[in-house]
C-alpha cells in the first residue's frame, strides 16, 4: 500500500516565506537569500515527510506565490502588458512573476496585476491566467524540471504536481475577442508534453495532474476535452505513472468520464464525498489496472482523523480491488491548513484537551502513514498503542462537556419558523422607521471601520503584552471614538458608526467573546502572496455570555443625538471564516451562531441603538461549488441571517453588507434576507452590480458603494454624482443610500476625510435636485 501527499504548505512553518517575500520586495533581502529561504522550505519539508514515512512526496508545490501563476509562466501564457516591461528591465523569471503578480510600479512603468480570484471554495486565492482568442503557448518556465531535480539530488523519492491543462485552461480568463477557452487546447497541450519530455529526461516515474474542476458541473465538451489530453499523454508517455487529483467535491456526473481515462492512480476525495467510494466500487473498478488514492485525511479542516471511520473505507476498497492497489493520502494538498501543531503552546488560547482532537499538516502526514500501517496485514505495536489513543481521543471528544451544552442545542433546536421574520413587511416598517430615524433622502453613512492606525495597532499589542491596563486600552478606544463622532457629525453625515476601533479583525473579535471558539498562536494558511490568515476555530457549541460590542456602541451612541449604527458580524461569514468543527452539521453551528448575534442585536436595541448592521461579505462565498448543492446550503444560510436579525421591533432598522462582486444567481436569496438596507460594493464595476437588483425589482433600500475603498485614490463629488445618477436611473431614488464600498480600516485618516466630505457633498447635490 502506497502513502503519498498532495502538497504541502509553502509558508513554512513560522511564515518564512511570507518575511522572505516582503523583504525582498522592499529591497532589505537579495534575489539569492530568498531562493535559499525557500530551498531550504522546501527541504524541510520533504524532510519531514520522508522521515515520517510517505512513500511518494510531491514537488513543484512549492510556489513564491501561487501555482497557477507558476503554470502560466511555465507555459509562456504573460500577458502582452508585461513583454516590453520584462525585455527592457531584463528582468529575471521571479521578478517578472512578482510583477504579474502584483502590478510594477517603477523606474518610470505603471503596469497593472493580473487579477486574483479564490480557489474554488477555499480561502486561497490564485492568479487569473488570460487568454486572448489564438493565445500562444511555449515551455517557459523550467521551475517544474528545476525542484523535480533538487528534490532528486538530495534523495527523495518525488512525483512532480502539475496543475493539468483543462483545469488550467477553465480558471484563466478570456481577454479581446470571444473565443471558447477549450479551443486552446491544441495551442497548449504540445507544451504540456514538452515539459513532460524534459522530465523524462529527467528520470520521472509518477507525475500528479490536479484536475479540480472535475469538482465542478461540466459539459461534454469539457469532458472531451479531457479524454483528449491524457489519451495524447498517455500515448506519447506510455511508462509514465499518472496520478488524476480530483477534490473538494464528488466527481458527480464527470465519474464516468474520469474512470475512461488511460491513467493509472485516480484520486478520490473521501472527506468532502465518502459515499463517492461505493458510487466506484459498484462500476466493476476491481477488473480494471487502476490504484485508487484514498483521501481520508482531511486536508481542508484541522481535526485528528477519526481512524475506526477511515479503516472502514480502506477496507472497503481492500476487499474490493486488493491491497496492492490502494493508496492513502489527505483529501487534498494540505496547502488549506496550518503547518504544525506542535507550535501551539498556549494553554490558556488552545487547551491541551482540545489541542489532542486536532491535527494541522505535519500530524496528517503521520497519520497517513499510521492508517497505511493499521490496514497492512500486520500493524505495528506502536500503531495499534496509537490506534488506542485515537479512540480515546475521539471518545474524548464525543462527551466533552467543554464543548457539548444542552441547553445550546436545545435552544437551536426550537427555533420557530416565527423566529425567522420581522413583525411587518418591509414597506410597513419602512414608513414606521422614517418616522423615528428623519432621515434625509439619500441618507450617507460608511460601512463601520475606520482607519486602523498603527497608533490603534499598538495599544492593542501594549495591552496584549501587558504594557497597558485594560483601563488604559479602554480610554485611548473611547477617545478614538470620540474623535471619529465628532468628526462625523462636523461633516454632516447621517448615519454615524463607532469605527470598530477595539476589533482586531471582525470574526476574531466576536470570536474572543463567544463561548465554543479557541485559538491558534501559529495557525497560519496562506490566503494569498505573502498574506497569510489565522482563522478562529469553532470547536464546541456556540454561547454568548455577555454583550459584545454594546460598551462603544452605547459610548458611541451617547456623544450624539444623531443615529450610530450598531456594527456586527453575522452568522454565515463568522462560520465561513473559521475552521468549523465536524462532528455536527454546518447548519446547525451556524445556527447557534446566528442565536448569540441575535441577542447581541437585542441588547443594542434595548440600549436605544435604532440602527444595527450584521455583516455577510461571505454569504457567496459558501456557496457550493456544484449547482445541486446550492439551493440547500441558501436555505440554512439564509435562515441564520434572518434568525439573527428577526428579533427586533419594526422602527429597528436592520443593515446588511455585502463586498462581492457577483449578485446575479443569489438576487433571490438576497431579497429573502430582507434586511431593511443593504450596502454593497458597486463603484469599480460603475455601478453594473445593481443590474441584479434592478431587473429584479428588488424592493428594500441599497446603498451601493460610491467609492473604492481599496485605492488610496480620493475620488472627486462630481464622479460620485455621476455614479449615484447611474445607480437612480435602475433603482427608484426613495431606495438609495449614499456610502463608501467597504470598511475604512485599510486606509489613513487624510484620505478618509477628504473622500467622505465630498461623498457628503454628492449626496447634498443630489438632493437639490
Ligand atoms: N464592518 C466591516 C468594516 O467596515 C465590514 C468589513 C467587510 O465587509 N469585509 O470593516
Ligand atoms: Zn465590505
Redesign the pocket.
Known amino acids: 500500500m502506497i502513502t503519498h501527499n498532495l502538497g504541502y504548505p509553502r509558508i513554512g512553518s513560522r511564515r518564512e516565506l511570507k518575511k522572505a517575500c516582503e523583504q525582498y520586495w522592499s529591497g532589505r533581502m537579495t534575489a539569492h537569500e530568498l531562493h535559499q529561504v525557500a530551498k531550504s522550505i522546501r527541504q524541510e519539508n520533504w524532510q519531514l515527510q520522508q522521515k515520517a514515512g510517505i512513500d511518494l512526496l510531491p514537488c513543484n508545490d512549492f510556489s513564491f506565490y501561487d501555482h497557477v501563476l507558476d503554470t502560466t509562466l511555465m507555459v509562456g501564457a504573460i500577458p502582452e502588458r508585461y513583454h516590453a516591461l520584462a525585455a527592457e528591465q531584463q528582468l529575471t523569471e521571479t521578478d517578472l512573476m512578482f510583477a504579474m503578480a502584483r502590478g510594477y510600479q517603477k523606474n518610470g512603468y505603471d503596469i497593472t496585476a493580473m487579477e486574483m480570484t479564490k480557489w474554488f471554495d477555499t480561502n486561497y486565492h490564485y492568479i487569473v491566467p488570460e487568454f486572448t482568442a489564438n493565445q500562444r503557448f511555449s515551455f517557459f518556465s523550467d521551475k517544474i524540471i528545476k525542484e523535480f531535480n533538487e528534490a532528486k539530488r538530495q534523495g527523495f523519492s518525488v512525483k512532480p504536481v502539475l496543475l493539468g491543462p483543462i483545469s488550467f485552461l477553465l480558471l484563466g480568463k478570456k481577454r479581446g475577442k470571444d473565443f471558447h477557452k477549450l479551443d486552446l487546447i491544441n495551442n497548449l497541450l504540445p507544451v504540456y508534453l514538452e515539459v513532460l519530455k524534459t522530465l523524462d529526461n529527467n528520470g520521472v516515474h509518477y507525475i500528479q495532474f490536479d484536475e479540480p474542476c472535475l469538482s465542478l458541473d461540466l459539459g461534454d465538451k469539457e469532458r472531451s476535452a479531457l479524454v483528449k489530453v491524457y489519451d495524447a499523454i498517455q500515448k506519447a508517455f506510455p511508462y509514465l505513472h499518472i496520478i488524476l487529483g480530483g477534490y473538494f467535491e464528488c466527481y458527480g456526473n464527470n465519474l464516468a468520464t474520469v474512470l475512461s481515462l488511460p491513467i493509472q492512480t485516480i484520486h478520490i476525495d473521501l472527506i468532502r464525498c465518502p459515499l463517492q467510494l461505493d458510487d466506484i466500487l459498484a462500476t466493476g473498478i476491481a477488473k480494471k489496472r487502476i490504484n485508487l488514492s484514498l483521501g481520508v485525511v482531511d486536508g481542508r479542516n484541522v481535526w485528528k482523523n477519526d481512524f475506526d471511520e477511515s479503516l472502514k473505507l480502506i477496507n472497503k476498497a481492500m476487499d474490493a480491488v486488493g491491497s496492492e492497489r490502494v493508496w492513502i493520502a489527505p483529501s487534498c494538498s494540505l496547502l488549506h491548513v496550518p503547518n504544525d501543531l506542535e507550535l501551539e503552546t498556549d494553554e490558556q488560547s488552545l487547551p491541551l484537551m482540545v489541542k489532542d482532537w486536532m491535527a494541522f499538516a505535519r500530524q496528517k502526514i503521520g497519520e497517513v502513514v499510521l492508517l497505511a500501517n493499521l490496514a497492512s496485514e500486520s500493524p505495528s505495536d506502536e500503531a495499534l498503542h496509537q490506534f488506542e489513543q485515537n479512540r480515546q481521543s475521539m471518545n474524548n471528544r464525543r462527551i466533552s462537556s467543554f464543548i457539548h451544552k444542552q441547553s445550546v442545542k436545545e435552544r437551536a433546536r426550537s427555533v420557530a419558523e416565527r423566529d425567522t421574520y420581522r413583525d411587518s413587511v418591509f414597506q410597513e416598517r419602512k414608513k414606521k422607521q422614517n418616522e423615528a430615524l428623519h432621515l434625509p433622502l439619500f441618507p450617507t453613512t460608511t460601512?463601520?471601520?475606520f482607519p486602523q492606525t498603527s497608533e490603534v495597532r499598538t495599544w492593542r499589542s501594549k495591552w496584549k503584552k501587558g504594557e497597558l491596563k485594560i483601563e488604559e486600552y479602554d480610554a485611548l478606544l473611547k477617545e478614538a471614538t470620540k474623535n471619529s463622532i465628532e468628526w462625523q457629525e462636523n461633516i454632516g453625515i447621517d448615519v454615524l458608526v463607532h469605527g470598530?476601533f477595539e476589533r482586531n479583525d471582525?470574526v476574531e473579535y466576536f470570536g474572543e467573546q463567544l463561548e465554543g471558539f479557541v485559538f491558534t498562536q501559529h495557525g497560519w494558511v496562506q490566503s494569498y502572496g505573502s498574506r497569510c490568515v489565522k482563522p478562529p476555530i469553532i470547536v464546541g457549541d456556540v454561547e454568548r455570555k455577555a454583550p459584545m460590542t454594546l460598551d462603544y456602541t452605547q459610548y458611541a451612541q451617547s456623544l450624539t443625538v444623531k443615529p450610530v449604527k450598531g456594527?456586527l458580524t453575522g452568522p454565515v461569514t463568522i462560520l465561513q471564516w473559521s475552521f468549523v468543527r465536524n462532528d455536527q452539521p454546518r447548519s446547525e453551528t451556524c445556527l447557534q451562531i446566528a442565536l448569540a448575534v441575535r441577542d447581541e442585536v437585542a441588547d443594542l436595541e434595548k440600549a436605544g441603538i435604532q440602527i444595527i448592521?450584521i455583516?455577510e461579505?461571505a454569504i457567496r462565498e459558501g456557496l457550493p461549488l456544484r449547482k445541486e448543492n446550492r439551493e440547500a446550503y441558501l436555505d440554512w444560510a439564509i435562515k441564520a441571517f434572518k434568525v439573527s436579525s428577526s428579533g427586533v421591533k419594526d422602527e429597528t432598522q436592520i443593515h446588511t453588507?455585502m463586498?462581492y462582486a457577483e449578485f446575479n444567481d443569489i438576487i433571490e436569496s438576497i431579497a429573502k434576507m430582507d434586511a431593511d438596507v443593504i450596502t454593497i460594493e458597486t463603484s469599480r464595476s460603475q455601478m453594473e452590480l445593481l443590474d441584479a437588483f434592478a431587473v429584479f425589482n428588488y424592493p428594500n433600500d441599497i446603498g451601493p458603494g460610491v467609492y473604492d475603498i481599496h485605492s488610496p485614490r480620493v475620488p472627486s463629488k462630481e464622479e460620485m454624482i455621476q455614479l449615484m445618477q447611474k445607480a437612480m436611473s435602475v433603482i427608484p431614488l426613495q431606495q438609495l443610500w449614499v456610502n463608501p464600498d467597504?470598511?475604512?480600516?485599510t486606509r489613513n485618516w487624510d484620505e478618509t476625510k477628504l473622500a467622505l466630505q465630498e461623498m457628503v457633498e454628492a449626496a447634498r447635490y443630489l438632493r437639490a435636485l
Open positions: 460601512i463601520g471601520s470598530e471582525m456594527m448592521q455583516d461579505p453588507h463586498c467597504c470598511g475604512l480600516k
